[in-house]
């Protein structure tokens, strides 16, 4: 390919390598140097076009906005550039493979110029409840300002899905809101499992747990549960696949209190 990088570069600075990449690869990285992108592993996503080439040690620049221009015409016309599976590439085919990073990284301008736009955002996905154990019930609370599933007794639980975008790369944090129509107390607790999985990678279920704890809110009020603690495990992110979230009752409040727990929300960091 005779490569010729357009003078216009936004975000232009040097970094230092760990590894081999080549001139206009992609590069991520790794918690402490950077390395070639690669969709096989979310930890790896490209933050970064290499304007240069170098191995591990060299100090080369990368800019996160690069025009590129190629004369043997490799591209197709308006079409989305996406990381590749192979380390420091970019393609014009959608990944597919399952849990592989979905990350757009630019467009094609033309048969020989590729613009790359490279960076990170936050989403904010609802939970979906997906299955509803016989001993909780479900309860329209026209008193209060919630309507949800309350845990009424002891082991009561209820089960969310939420889907885990196919371009995630960590989760930020997590809550559930919640309410009743009488005031809670800390004596009345809830514990928590997760899990996450994808489809098609058998037997590959990844798990974290937050112990009870005890919830409090005003009469008619809406709290948020914090469940970032049973979200912080890295294997839970699978990229494209689903994360379900069971909140239990680990016991009853003092007063007979009967928390109601509406969809939880999970803020994930996604590739723009």
Do not use: C
Not at 95 to 110: K, N, P
Not at 219 to 240: H, K, Q, R, Y
């Amino acid at each position: 390919m005779a490569i010729a990088i357009h003078a216009e570069t936004i975000g232009k600075r040097k970094v230092t390598l760990n590894g081999t990449v080549s001139a206009y690869n992609l590069i991520a990285h790794n918690g402490t140097n950077w390395v070639a992108a690669d969709a096989t592993d979310e930890t790896l996503p490209a933050a970064l076009l290499a304007l240069q080439a170098g191995v591990s040690g060299d100090v080369i620049e990368a800019a996160p906005y690069v025009v590129l221009t190629d004369s043997d015409a490799p591209y197709t016309v308006d079409t989305t550039q996406y990381l590749s599976e192979t380390a420091g590439a970019h393609t014009e085919t959608r990944v597919t493979t399952a849990a592989a990073l979905r990350q757009v990284v630019g467009h094609s301008v033309d048969t020989s110029t590729v613009v790359f736009d490279v960076g990170f955002t936050e989403v904010d996905v609802r939970g979906v409840e997906v299955l509803l154990q016989d001993t909780a019930a479900r309860l329209i609370n026209d008193a209060g300002p919630a309507a949800g599933t309350v845990l009424a007794a002891a082991a009561d639980n209820v089960i969310y899905e939420v889907a885990i975008p196919e371009n995630a790369i960590s989760i930020v944090t997590g809550y559930a809101p919640y309410g009743a129509d009488v005031t809670l107390d800390s004596s009345d607790t809830v514990s928590v499992a997760v899990a996450s999985t994808v489809s098609g990678k058998a037997n590959d279920v990844n798990t974290d747990s937050l112990a009870a704890t005890g919830l409090s809110v005003t009469a008619d009020s809406v709290a948020n549960f914090d469940l970032s603690t049973a979200l912080d495990a890295a294997a839970l992110i699978e990229p494209g696949g689903s994360l379900f979230i069971n909140l239990v009752k680990a016991a009853e409040g003092s007063g007979g209190d009967d928390p109601i727990f509406l969809a939880p929300h999970v803020i994930f960091k996604v590739t723009k």
